[in-house]
C-alpha cells in the first residue's frame, strides 16, 4: 500500500482519484491544487522531479489536450518520466468514467439504463452527454441541479460538481467502470503494481 499524492484539474477529478487510489488498496495523499488542465501541463515537470521519492496521480482530460492521442501526452509532455509519476489521460473527459459506471449513473439520474451509452469514451462530448441525460431525469431535484437553468449562459448546474462528487463518494462504483472506459482499466492496472 502507497500514499498517493494527486494532481487533478478540479473538485470532480479529486473525488474520481481518492475513489481508485482506494479501489486498488492505495492511500489518497494530499490534492494538489485544482487550478484545471494548464496549471497542470505548466507544472507537470517540476511534479516529475520530486516523483524520485514521491508517488503522484495525474488526471487530465484528453479532450483538452489537442493532441492525437493519449500516448502522446505522456510522449510530449514527460519524456523522462519517473516510474512513480502516473500521469494518466482520461478518454475523453472524467465524466467518461462516470457513465461507464452505467447502472449506478441510471439510478443517480433517475432514468433507463438503456439510454446510458454502452462506450462512453467514443462520445464527442461526455460531460454535455450526461447534462443532456439529466434533462431527461425523472427527478426534479437532478434537473435542477445538473442542469443549467434556461437562459442561462453556463455550462452546468449550479450544483453539477458538488452532486457529482458526492454520487462518486457513494454510489459510483470503478470496478464496474473498469469495464466500460478502458483508460479507467489501463490507470488502475497501473495503480496496482505500485508496491
Known sequence: MAVIHMIVEGVLD???????????????????????FTYIKDKI??????????????????????????????????PNRQPRMLLRVVVREIESWLLAD??????????ALSKIPDRPEELEDPKQALINLARTSKSKRIRT?????EGSTASE?????????QFVNKQWNPANARQNAPSLERC???LQTLP
Open 157 to 165: 448546474g449550479r450544483l453539477y460538481t458538488s452532486e457529482l462528487s
Open 145 to 149: 441541479a445538473l442542469v443549467p437553468e
Open 14 to 36: 479529486e473525488a474520481v482519484a481518492n475513489r481508485i487510489i482506494v479501489e486498488t488498496d492505495h492511500t489518497p495523499g494530499p490534492c494538489y491544487p485544482k487550478k484545471g
Open 102 to 111: 452505467r447502472e449506478n449513473i441510471a439510478n443517480f439520474l433517475q432514468i
Open 45 to 78: 515537470k517540476d511534479f516529475n522531479k520530486s516523483a524520485v521519492s514521491i508517488n503522484y496521480l495525474a488526471l487530465v482530460d484528453f479532450m483538452d489536450t489537442g493532441l492525437p492521442c493519449p500516448g502522446a501526452v505522456i510522449a510530449t509532455w514527460l
Open 188 to 190: 488502475c492496472r497501473r
